[in-house]
């Protein structure tokens, strides 16, 4: 299947410092990225859907000033945690797809945040 | 609304017998159905969908899922599970909507295949 790279796989920051996450797809052109993120032992939580080169569609209560996302191309995603906390610690993962709903969505490896 | 459930937090399975995990659904109209695997510390793989066509649709790694559209339901199954098949096995769904329609989670199955 096709491949969804993440960058950095793991990330400790002080508290009130930012951190960029990068998402790629290597091998196909992603019209539509997705950024979730998840608590241990439970579901993945949809954060943001973004089309290259629009302003990404946040789910109800994400803070988007907080969670910046840029889709500056078709295979490029990235989530910058603004100011982070200790309660922004968790498993990040981004997924691609390319064309429609039918379309086979992938998964990045995840990004395991912690804040102290 | 759109829902998906996985009634099942837990499998337990013994090497070498049958396996299914199950899911049911809750979507208007007719969805494409996926289902994905995690690895401890890993994101999610993909393992196999349902767009069109024959309920019975073949994966990656033997496992099979039957589309069930009077039951909404989705099931994963192989017939002889291996002790590597122990993860967390979640099913989606998606509208056959146009746009940038998500996929809705379940919550999760644990299988965990016993030697």
């Known amino acids: 299947g096709a491949v969804v790279s993440q960058h950095p796989s793991r990330v400790i920051c002080k508290s009130g410092t930012s951190v960029k996450i990068e998402c790629r797809s290597l091998?196909?052109?992603?019209?539509?990225m997705f950024w979730y993120r998840q608590f241990p032992k439970q579901s993945l939580m949809l954060m943001a859907t973004?089309?290259?080169?629009?302003?990404?569609?946040?789910e109800q209560g994400v803070e988007k000033d907080k969670f910046l996302i840029n889709h500056a191309s078709l295979t490029l995603s990235t989530l910058t945690v603004t100011s982070a906390h200790p309660e922004d610690s968790s498993f990040y993962i981004c997924s691609a797809r390319a064309g429609g709903p039918g379309e086979t969505q992938y998964f990045g490896p995840g990004t395991r945040l912690l804040v102290l | 609304a759109q829902s998906v459930a996985q009634p099942e937090d837990q499998v337990n399975v013994a090497e070498g017998n049958p396996l299914t995990v199950k899911c049911t659904y809750s979507?208007?109209?007719?969805?494409?159905l996926f289902w994905y695997v995690q690895y401890p510390n890993r994101g999610l793989q993909f393992l196999l969908k349902y767009i069109t066509g024959d309920n019975l649709v073949k994966g990656s790694y033997g496992f099979e899922a039957e589309f069930n559209k009077s039951q909404t339901s989705f099931h994963l199954k192989k017939p002889s599970a291996l002790v590597s098949d122990s993860a967390l096995y979640f099913c989606a769904v998606r509208p056959k909507i146009s746009g940038n329609t998500p996929l809705v989670f379940g919550k999760g199955t644990r299988l965990s295949v016993i030697a």
């Open positions: 973004s089309n290259e080169g629009s302003k990404a569609t946040y």
């Open positions: 091998d196909f052109q992603a019209t539509t």
């Open positions: 979507v208007s109209g007719n969805p494409y």
